[in-house]
């Protein structure tokens, strides 16, 4: 009783402070646990901790809703518009808004590397677009290239595309691929929850899916080469646990083009390792970093892999 009364008096930056040392703390015990074990694929830094848990202690921007349609709504966060599905629960959009836009320095989840140059690309693939906040931002860093938005969710992609629409024009054009990626050309089962879209995966998930539908599977490789991609590129893959597969289908374009990488690895612990073995055989000549120690799940692994 005296501890709530005590955090309601507290100010902001004091209990701010406070939540961040909590979850220092039981993320520093988590580090020190898996640092003793004998074998182990990733080494973590105390920095990487750290900003484990400054993300634990993040306060997420406030979403509003600005318009209700029957099928779509539209939320706000900060200057940001969007479109929504009405048939996936909104929830999860400010955390997602919060691993695209808050700074690289206070977020392991950022693909705002510092040697991401992004008004220098001529291209960036998008996979894993889902509500499109990638697009939206890289404009932000002065990206004017061409972008491609891929996702197999149609839901996901008509609300982009009214958001795109609506709200945004970039300069060079943008184009949404309602297709999964892998390692062939063909058709793959996608496993979804209507009310939680963020979940849905073509990887091997071991969750209980309420829905599954056929789509059309891509690799990288085709989209690059159908689409005329040239000069210097960005991939994005965060396709829940069909990184691998992506990978895959995208070594004649690491192999050729050298584009710039950013690959969500956390999804398995195995992942940042396997994904860095896809590229360095593609192409030996790519830098590898793993950033961050995510202890959401155990053992404790990178966040994102970045190949440059």
């Not at 080469?225 to 040239?230: A, E, Q, R």
């Not at 690491?254 to 584009?259: A, E, L, T």
């Not at 710039?260 to 999804?267: D, Q, R, T």
Request: net charge neutral.
């Amino acid at each position: 009783m005296i501890g709530k009364i005590l955090r309601k008096l507290l100010p902001k930056k004091v209990k701010s402070k406070i939540r961040f040392y909590d979850k220092f703390i039981r993320a520093f015990v988590s580090y020190f646990n898996y640092s003793k074990k004998k074998e182990r694929n990733y080494h973590f830094t105390i920095e990487d901790v750290a900003l484990y848990a400054r993300e634990k202690a993040t306060l997420l921007k406030e979403m509003k809703g600005v318009e209700h349609g029957d099928s779509e709504s539209v939320y706000r966060i900060e200057d940001v518009q969007l479109f929504w599905p009405n048939e996936s629960d909104s929830k999860d959009i400010p955390w997602v808004y919060h691993e695209i836009y808050d700074e690289w320095n206070e977020n392991p989840s950022s693909y705002d590397h510092p040697v991401f140059d992004y008004s220098r690309l001529d291209w960036i693939i998008d996979g894993g677009s889902a509500e499109g906040f990638l697009g939206l931002f890289v404009q932000r860093k002065g990206f004017n290239g061409k972008l491609l938005m891929v996702d197999p969710v149609s839901a996901f992609n008509r609300s982009v595309t009214r958001t795109y629409n609506t709200f945004y024009k970039p300069e060079k054009g943008w184009k949404i691929l309602n297709v999964a990626l892998g390692q062939d050309l063909g058709k793959i089962t996608l496993k979804y929850k209507k009310n939680s879209l963020f979940e849905s995966t073509v990887g091997e998930n071991t969750q209980s899916f309420e829905e599954e539908i056929q789509v059309d599977l891509l690799t990288i490789d085709e989209v690059v080469n159908s689409n005329n991609l040239s000069g210097r590129g960005l991939i994005k893959l965060d396709v829940e646990d069909a990184e691998m597969d992506a990978l895959k289908g995208a070594l004649d374009t690491m192999r050729n083009s050298r584009p710039m990488l950013a690959v969500a690895v956390y999804h398995n612990y195995e992942n940042a390792k396997l994904c860095k073995e896809i590229i360095l055989s593609a192409n030996s000549t790519y830098k590898i970093e793993f950033r961050g120690f995510y202890d959401y799940f155990s053992p404790p692994r990178p966040y994102i892999l970045f190949a440059h």
